[in-house]
C-alpha cells in the first residue's frame, strides 16, 4: 500500500546525508578526512562536564523554538562544551536529539489533528460515532503515548547539558506502550475508504474538511497526510535508532540500548506492516478466486497464510520441440500466471474478465533456467521446470517475456532463492555493488521495492533496460526499482563503512537466530 509522503524538517538532513555520501564516494582516501582517526583529548574529564549545572533547555515545550541542532542552543554554546567534546560525541548529541527534536514536532501535528479537526463542532453534527470512530480510530491513545514519552524524553535532555542515552527511554516505552500503534496502523484500510466513502457521500464532510484545511496551522497539508502519521512516526523511530546506533562507541552500555530499542521497534514496525497487508491481501484473493475456473482439480486459492506475489501475461513456446524457423506469432500463444507466496497457478485468459486455470505447482517445486539469446524471436526466453505439477509429474515450459527487465522479474519471484548476479548483503560478502537512494520511489508492482531518500541497497542485480534488483541494507527488504532513483556508491571503502554499519545493526539479531539455530539442530 503506498504511504502518502508530507514534508518535514527531516529532508535537509537527509540531503545533507546523501551530499556527504557523495563527497566521500569522490574521494580516493576518504580516511584522511575521519574524524574517528583524531586522537581522542583527554585535557578535561568527563565529570567536568557532568559538573556544569543543568540548563533549563525550555525549546521543547516552546512550540515557537525553531532549534534543530543541539549545538546551536544558546546553552551549549555559552557552556563551552562544544571545545571539550571529539567530532565523533558531537555528531552522537545531534542524533539523540535529532529523536528528541522530531517527537515534539510529531506530537505537535498530532495534537493539530485532534483538536483542529476531530474535535470540531462542525465535524462533529456531520459524521456518525460509528464514522468517527474508523476515521481517528484509536488516535487520542496514540497522543497519551507520545506525550508520555516526550515528557520523559524532555525530562533527560534537562538532565544534563551532555545527554546521556535516549534509547534506553525508546526502548521502555516501546515494550510497554508502542501497541497503540499496532491498532492505529491495522485499521488503515477501513480508514482510507471510510474517509473516501465520505468525501464521495456527504457533500457537507468535504466542504469542512476543505475549509480546515486551508487554515494556516496546516501550512498546507492536507487532512489525510495527519492521519497518516503514526505510521509513518513508528517507522522514521526505528530509522532515528538506527542513526544513533552508528555513532555510539562499540561494546558500550549505549551500544546495548540502542541495540535493544532498535530491535523492539522492528517488532513494532513488522507487525504494523502485517496489519495493514492483512485486510487487503484478503480481498485480493477473494476477488482472484472469482476470476479462476479450474480445467484441472480445483485448488483452493483462499488461505490466511497466502498471498499474490506477482501476477501477468508471458508468451508461451508450443510444444518443446516445435521447429524454430515457424513465425513467432505461430511459435509462442499467451499464458497468464498468478504467482503467490506458496503457489503457482498457470492459466490461459478467457472471455469475461476470467481465466481457466491448466497446471499449478507448489512454489517451493518451481526451477528456473535462462535460456541464451538465440536471435529475436528467443531474446528474453527463459525455461520454467515444474518439478511435481498438478498431475504429479515433472512438467516443462518455455516462456517468453516482453522485456528483459519483465523476464528477470518472473525469474527472481519464481525462483527466490536462485543465485543473483550479484551475492546478497545477507551472504556476508567483503564487496558488493552498492546503489543510495537520491530521489524516492513508491512501488508500483508487489515484487517491487518503495524507497525512501539516502536508503543504501545492496545491488542483487540489474537489466540493461534499466531496473535494479536490491536488497536494502537496514531492513534487508527486497524489490526491483528504477535504476533512475539511485546513484551508484563507486568507492568500495564507502561501500565496506556501509555494510559494517548494518552488520552492526543487525547483530544482536544475528546472535539471537544463532542461538535459535543450535536449539533447532539439537
Not at 502518502?4 to 540531503?15: G, H, N, P, Q, V
Not at 532549534?67 to 546553552?75: A, K, R, S, V
Not at 516526550?150 to 510497554?176: A, F, G, K, P
Not at 508502542?178 to 457521500?201: G, H, M, P
Amino acid at each position: 500500500i503506498p504511504i502518502k509522503k508530507i514534508k518535514e524538517y527531516r529532508d535537509k538532513s537527509t540531503r545533507q546525508e546523501i551530499e556527504t555520501r557523495r563527497l566521500q564516494d569522490s574521494q580516493t582516501d576518504p580516511e584522511e578526512s575521519s574524524p574517528s582517526e583524531e586522537t581522542p583529548s583527554e585535557a578535561e574529564p568527563t565529570s567536568t562536564i557532568e559538573s556544569k549545572a543543568p540548563p533549563q533547555i525550555s525549546l521543547l515545550r516552546n512550540s515557537n523554538s525553531r532549534f534543530n541542532l543541539w549545538q546551536d542552543l544558546p546553552e551549549i554554546r555559552s557552556s563551552g562544551v562544544l571545545s571539550i567534546l571529539q567530532p565523533d560525541e558531537i555528531k552522537l548529541q545531534e542524533a539523540m536529539f535529532e529523536l528528541v527534536t522530531s517527537e515534539a514536532s510529531y506530537y505537535k501535528s498530532l495534537n493539530l489533528l485532534v483538536s483542529h479537526f476531530m474535535e470540531n463542532e462542525r465535524l462533529k453534527k456531520i459524521l456518525h460515532q460509528s464514522e468517527a470512530h474508523i476515521l481517528f480510530s484509536n488516535v487520542l491513545d496514540v497522543m497519551a503515548v507520545s506525550e508520555r514519552f516526550l515528557l520523559d524524553l524532555e525530562q533527560r535532555v534537562e538532565e544534563n547539558i551532555v545527554i546521556s542515552d535516549v534509547c534506553d527511554i525508546v526502548y521502555q516505552h516501546t515494550v510497554n506502550h508502542f501497541s497503540v500503534y499496532i491498532t492505529y496502523v491495522s485499521n488503515q484500510t477501513y480508514q482510507e475508504r471510510a474517509y473516501k466513502q465520505l468525501l464521495q457521500d456527504k457533500p457537507a464532510f468535504r466542504e469542512v474538511i476543505s475549509q480546515l484545511e486551508l487554515d494556516p496551522k496546516c501550512k498546507g497539508l492536507s487532512f489525510s497526510s495527519f492521519l497518516i502519521l503514526p505510521f509513518q512516526r513508528i517507522t522514521r523511530l526505528k530509522l532515528l535508532v538506527q542513526n544513533i546506533l552508528k555513532k555510539v562507541e562499540e561494546k558500550s552500555d549505549r551500544e546495548t540500548t540502542a541495540l535493544d530499542a532498535h530491535k523492539e521497534l522492528e517488532t513494532v514496525v513488522k507487525a504494523c506492516n502485517e496489519g495493514v497487508r492483512k485486510m487487503s491481501r484478503t480481498e485480493q484473493m477473494i476477488s482472484i478466486q472469482k476470476k479462476l475456473e479450474f480445467k484441472i482439480k480445483s485448488v483452493p486459492i483462499i488461505s490466511h497464510s497466502r498471498w499474490l506475489l506477482k501476477q501477468g501475461e508471458l508468451q508461451q513456446m508450443n510444444g518443446p520441440k516445435t521447429s524454430r524457423t515457424l513465425r513467432t506469432k505461430k511459435l509462442f500463444r499467451e499464458i497468464y500466471l498468478f504467482l503467490f507466496n506458496d503457489l503457482l497457478v498457470i492459466c490461459r485468459q478467457i472471455p469475461g474478465d476470467k481465466y481457466q486455470v491448466f497446471d499449478s505447482a507448489p512454489r517451493g517445486l518451481l526451477r528456473v533456467e535462462e535460456l541464451e539469446d538465440q536471435g529475436q524471436s528467443l531474446a528474453n526466453v527463459f525455461i520454467l521446470r515444474l518439478l511435481e505439477n498438478a498431475d504429479d509429474r515433472e512438467a516443462s515450459y518455455m516462456l517468453k517475456a516482453s522485456s528483459q527487465s519483465e523476464m528477470k522479474r518472473w525469474m527472481i519471484s519464481l525462483a527466490p532463492n536462485r543465485r543473483t548476479k550479484f551475492v546478497s548483503f545477507t551472504s556476508r560478502l567483503v564487496d558488493c555493488p552498492q546503489i543510495q537512494c537520491v530521489h524516492p520511489y513508491v512501488a508500483q508492482q508487489p515484487d517491487e521495492l518503495s524507497l525512501e531518500l539516502a536508503d543504501v541497497l545492496n545491488i542483487l542485480d540489474k537489466t540493461d533496460d534499466g531496473w535494479i534488483f536490491g536488497e536494502r541494507l537496514h531492513d534487508q527488504e527486497r524489490g526491483w526499482f528504477p535504476s533512475s532513483m539511485g546513484e551508484e556508491i563507486l568507492n568500495p571503502k564507502i561501500r565496506a563503512q556501509n555494510l559494517k554499519e548494518c552488520f552492526r545493526v543487525h547483530k544482536s539479531d544475528d546472535s539471537q537466530r544463532r542461538k535459535l539455530g543450535s536449539r533447532n539442530r539439537q
